[in-house]
């Protein structure tokens, strides 16, 4: 595996200019690729993806995944960030918009969005991308919330859309305890 690098820090303006977003995501989508090529274990890709895109961009505020645990269920993963809920249906919120709907939702406007659940007050706008398996099954959404309006755009949307690809091929494995 790659040595492990931060790829940017937290700090510095919210807004990012479109090149300045491309260079990010390609350096994290490259660092990514590396960290996770030989690791067939989906919630330890699901954690490590979630960390290093929350640390890469200062307007990420909750970075992190819903895994659907039924037909029409998601419950919380591996996220960074302050507390989220724990189950959302499919009928509520912009995850169950993107998991109902198969596709990435984009709110630059929060409290515009019918049925928006706010887990955390400062939250201004978010990105939702639905994540598929190989068979083309959703099997969770990646949900990244940001302090302030407009933060994600369609630059955001594909980088994001090509980075949860990357999860396809992977899958929960049992966890064994005990020896022989
Ligand atoms: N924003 C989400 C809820 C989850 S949290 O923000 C972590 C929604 O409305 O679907």
Redesign the pocket.
């Known amino acids: 595996m790659a040595e492990y690098t931060l790829v940017a820090g937290k700090t510095g303006e919210k807004y990012l200019t479109a090149e300045e977003k491309r260079e990010r995501y390609g350096m994290l989508a490259e660092q990514l690729r590396s960290a996770l090529h030989d690791e067939p274990d989906l919630l330890a890709a699901m954690t490590t993806t979630a960390c290093l895109l929350h640390n890469a961009f200062p307007y990420y505020f909750?970075t992190g995944f819903y895994r659907r645990v039924s037909e029409d269920e998601l419950l919380v993963g591996p996220y960074q960030g302050t507390m989220?809920?724990l189950r959302?249906r499919f009928d509520r919120?912009?995850?169950?918009a993107a998991a109902r709907e198969r596709r990435t939702m984009l709110v630059p406007d929060?409290h515009a969005f019918p049925g928006?659940?706010a887990?955390?007050s400062n939250?201004a706008s978010?990105i939702?991308v639905p994540v598929f398996d190989a068979r083309g099954e959703l099997v969770a959404v990646l949900?990244v919330?940001s302090d302030v309006p407009a933060a994600f755009d369609e630059v955001d949307r594909e980088h994001l859309e090509e980075i949860v690809a990357l999860l396809a091929d992977k899958s929960p494995l049992p966890v064994v305890y005990g020896g022989a």
Do not use: A, M, N
């Open positions: 909750w989220g809920c959302i919120g912009v995850c169950g929060v928006h659940i887990c955390d939250s978010e939702v949900d919330d």
